[in-house]
């Protein structure tokens, strides 16, 4: 089993739909949530940091976890085109543990 | 947050020659990273580079084939040696933020190879 499960899809929608990214994860130490947003031909960039358990939002971005449930989501709303890209879930424990990324997940908005 | 910038962007080469990527963060940082991206897949770390002590590399990723420096605070590079085809990929410098970004990774914009 991997520590961090992610759907790659790809994942289609029409523009001005909610998105709903999820991933799961098997190590309970992970305590720090990160998703990121990679553009074809980009390198990643950093959309949503969280610290253990709840919600943050940003814009039409909120993300959740729930560690009870060892699950994160990323939401985006009011989807648009310009969200067409890989998302990937990557997550981390305290105490010099390294980052483990999901496989991500291509989303496509379609106008 | 760090800005990271690569060089080259992109580069063609001929199997068995070798090439060095160069990566520059414009704050210092303690920890930085170098990973590759094969097409269509996730990110797999190569080794993780502190200034003033040797590379530490993960399982299946060797010293020989993949030599790292890291001079000072800012600046990293990694040499592709040896090159073959199975080498075509992204590598991707990434950092580990400071202050109030701790514990936040962040990425250069990569470097695209292809290995002929």
């Known amino acids: 089993q991997k520590e961090v499960e992610q759907d790659p899809g790809p994942l289609s929608v029409p523009e001005g739909a909610i998105v709903s990214l999820n991933c799961t994860y098997s190590?309970?130490?992970?305590?720090?949530f990160m998703w990121y947003r990679q553009y074809s031909r980009k390198g990643p960039e950093l959309l949503m940091y969280t610290y253990s358990s709840g919600n943050k939002e940003d814009g039409r971005f909120t993300a959740q976890v729930d560690k009870s449930s060892k699950y994160i989501s990323l939401f985006i709303r009011d989807s648009q085109p310009s969200d067409s890209a890989t998302y990937l879930c990557a997550m981390k424990g305290t105490g010099g543990f390294k980052t483990i990324f999901g496989a991500g997940t291509r989303l496509f908005v379609k106008a | 947050s760090a800005v990271i910038s690569q060089k080259p962007s992109r580069d063609i080469c001929q199997r068995g020659t070798s090439l060095t990527i160069q990566c520059q963060v414009d704050s210092q940082v303690t920890m930085m990273f170098w990973y590759r991206q094969q097409p269509g897949q996730s990110l797999t770390l190569i080794a993780t580079a502190n200034q003033g002590s040797e590379a530490t590399y993960e399982s299946g990723f060797v010293i020989d084939k993949f030599p790292i420096s890291r001079p000072n605070l800012t600046f990293s590079t990694l040499t592709v040696s040896n090159m073959s085809p199975e080498d075509s990929s992204i590598y991707l410098c990434?950092?580990?933020?400071?202050?109030?970004?701790?514990?936040?990774?962040?990425f250069g914009p990569g470097t695209r190879l292809t290995v002929l």
């Open positions: 190590n309970s130490a992970f305590q720090y």
């Open positions: 990434s950092v580990e933020g400071t202050g109030e970004h701790y514990n936040e990774q962040f």
